[in-house]
């Protein structure tokens, strides 16, 4: 289905939803004319006076996009069914005038003062009890009846008053649901919470068989005795916790729910969206599942200090946001030009950091890069945190760096109707991988379910090769690779798949704490790693962790830290032993013939050359070639479509130029080559490559 055109043309840039909720594919007008530009606008911070200056500079800046009204609840409702229009009319009005479109955001990501007082039960509990008081945001529970009444009639009077209006383009949903709301313990929580486990288990024999109750004594006799994981001493159950967070991620998605089906029924012309957090440890929510309920995947990502690599995080997080959309655009929705201000150190963004870090997210398949927020905020909790506009004015570095920016994504407009090369490369990663390995203690609290994958993806990135990090529910028919690093639930149907794929040639490495569970988080029993020792020709009979610190040689000339294992072979080759200490001689690197291909098995985590000789193995046996032959630093992405192929270059090294071999024009500098171009330091190449 197609929905009206302003201009009655369609066009290649419209979103086309293959959301679940919808019969068949609905292709929506586009968002933008071409790559999205633009940020969170909050005009209802400053004075009116302040708006025209605004738009002025959006214009210099090339600004195409905003998002609008998300924390304005308490300025359009201002009491009890008492609604001000006013403003907002006029600043739809003002940018509509300018050629800038708007998602217009739903406010309910932040109740107002009136309603938090007159229904304080609407906020979130804490585990230990403890109401959350009026004064943040995101305060209110899924699961509250009266938080939904209200929230939904601001949604619909907001779509009856401006889903006509010409400027709204898209339908922003709440912000960042999850976020401060991740999880609530009322007592409204609990009674949706034991009717959510009698729907998944059916009655509450089936809850003690799948959670192992026995242990400690949690027998329970009925559903009605089963609360929420409330404040213990003691480590509650691990099933309890996994099927908790699975709960607590649907409940949320019940409340985007509820309001995407007010948005469809009296705008049904409108795409709709929400922001999702896909950025380090995975957090509350589902977001393969939500991913298949919204019109275009959106994503917020920023930076954080801790990590050494943060280009190689952020380049992690895109391609994990493109697999939950199936490779189709996605939308940046925030980012920030430079410094935030919520992590202990807030750090600044270098010269020329803008816009590589812009471009990594679009040459990953974002149709744009909008940010947080248009014009920083001079008060509030969020005072400091970096806008397009700075505290400093137009006069500043950052400013112009938006501006040039700007300019540079209207140079390389004819890559906007073009999606990511499809890899040969997959990265099995989901949210509930990260459920399991924090439902309960394990062998060492220091695992985390994205250390291994993001080290394989940056070791395959710094060669050229592309990679899809895709949900473990993902077809894999075409992938000649396919790394499952950190996924202790393995189904038997995905346990089936990566079997179908080595048969027919695929390259399958599986990484240590992989398939050890089953799906209500109890430990598959015969020695690890469960469901997959038939397929790997190996059994592990004991972990034995490293501890912080601690590392261990092998035979390869690497080391490796973290987690170690007493291996056996069943079946498969060692390519890898552990040299010296008590597992002297034991694989752990290990490889099985299946059909025409492989599955291998990874015992430990590696160092950075042990990572380089594993996937250097694996890229040999699948015999991959990169997206093009760069230097060191370099990191190259490929989108291709009718308008041809674009090959994305970004010089990571901000001291050298680094070189890439290619044939065709850089849209960013204008130059051409028949051979290779030099990507100045810090600097970023689009080239348009010859046919």
Not at 129 to 154: D, E
Not at 255 to 282: C, I, K, S
Request: hydrophobic share 45%; proline share 7%.
């Amino acid at each position: 289905m197609t929905m009206p055109h302003p201009d009655g043309v369609a066009s290649p840039l419209d979103v086309v939803s293959h959301a679940a909720d919808l019969p068949e594919p609905r292709r929506f007008p586009a968002i933008a004319p071409g790559f999205a530009y633009g940020g969170d606008y909050n005009p209802e911070q400053w004075p009116e006076s302040v708006w025209a200056e605004d738009v002025e500079l959006m214009r210099r800046a090339g600004v195409t996009t905003v998002t609008v009204g998300v924390f304005s609840w308490g300025l359009l409702e201002t009491a009890d069914g008492v609604f001000e229009w006013g403003w907002l009319d006029r600043v739809l009005d003002l940018l509509h005038e300018n050629g800038i479109g708007v998602a217009l955001a739903t406010p309910t990501a932040a109740p107002p003062m009136w309603l938090l007082r007159a229904h304080p039960e609407i906020a979130t509990v804490d585990e230990r009890g403890v109401r959350t008081a009026p004064g943040g945001r995101l305060a209110w529970s899924p699961s509250s009846a009266v938080f939904r009444r209200y929230a939904l009639r601001i949604v619909r009077a907001m779509a009856e008053r401006y889903g006509s209006h010409p400027a709204v383009r898209l339908w922003h949903v709440s912000n960042e649901i999850g976020n401060e709301n991740a999880q609530c313990f009322s007592d409204e929580t609990t009674v949706a919470w034991r009717a959510w486990l009698a729907d998944r288990h059916g009655d509450v024999d089936a809850v003690n068989a799948a959670w192992g109750t026995a242990f400690w004594g949690h027998r329970y006799g009925s559903i009605d005795e089963i609360d929420p994981p409330r404040f213990s001493r003691t480590a509650h159950n691990p099933g309890l916790r996994l099927d908790w967070a699975r709960f607590t991620s649907d409940a949320l998605l019940g409340h985007y729910l509820a309001e995407r089906a007010v948005l469809r029924e009296v705008t049904p012309h409108l795409p709709v969206t929400t922001n999702f957090m896909v950025m380090g440890d995975p957090g509350t929510d589902d977001y393969a599942r939500w991913a298949r309920e919204v019109d275009i995947v959106a994503n917020d990502h920023y930076l954080r200090p801790e990590v050494e690599d943060r280009a190689g995080d952020l380049a992690f997080s895109a391609d994990r946001v493109r697999g939950m959309g199936e490779g189709r655009p996605w939308l940046l929705m925030e980012h920030s030009t430079s410094a935030v201000n919520w992590q202990g150190v807030n750090l600044a963004k270098d010269p020329g950091q803008l816009a590589r870090n812009s471009l990594a997210h679009i040459a990953r398949g974002s149709q744009g890069a909008l940010y947080f927020q248009w014009r920083q905020s001079s008060a509030g909790a969020e005072q400091y945190h970096s806008g397009m506009v700075p505290h400093a004015g137009a006069d500043s570095r950052v400013f112009r760096e938006v501006v040039e920016f700007g300019a540079l994504l209207g140079r390389i407009a004819p890559a906007a109707a073009t999606t990511v090369e499809r890899a040969r490369v997959a990265i099995l990663f989901d949210d509930q991988a990260a459920w399991a390995l924090r439902a309960g203690p394990g062998p060492t609290d220091r695992l985390r379910a994205f250390d291994l994958p993001q080290l394989l993806h940056r070791t395959l990135t710094a060669r050229g090769i592309g990679v899809d990090v895709l949900p473990t529910s993902a077809p894999l028919d075409d992938r000649d690779l396919i790394l499952v690093p950190t996924v202790p639930v393995v189904g038997e149907p995905v346990a089936a798949a990566l079997a179908a794929a080595a048969e027919r040639g695929a390259q399958v490495l599986v990484g240590f704490s992989t398939g050890v569970l089953d799906e209500n988080g109890r430990v598959l029993t015969g020695g690890y790693p469960g469901r997959l020792r038939e397929l790997l020709g190996v059994r592990s009979t004991e972990v034995r962790p490293l501890a912080p610190g601690e590392s261990a040689a092998t035979d390869a000339g690497w080391t490796a830290s973290l987690w170690t294992e007493d291996l056996e072979l069943r079946g498969a080759e060692a390519l890898v032993r552990w040299s010296g200490g008590v597992l002297d001689g034991v694989p752990l690197l290990t490889r099985r013939p299946v059909g025409e291909g492989a599955a291998l098995y990874l015992a430990t985590r590696p160092d950075e050359r042990g990572a380089a000789d594993i996937i250097d193995r694996l890229v040999d046996a699948a015999a991959l070639a990169p997206v093009a032959e760069i230097d060191p630093g370099l990191e190259a992405t490929r989108r291709i479509g009718d308008a041809g192929s674009f090959l994305f270059v970004i010089n990571h090294d901000t001291d050298a130029p680094r070189a890439v071999r290619a044939h065709g024009v850089d849209l960013v500098s204008g130059r051409s080559s028949a051979g290779s171009f030099e990507i100045p330091p810090g600097g970023v190449a689009v080239i348009q490559e010859a046919r």
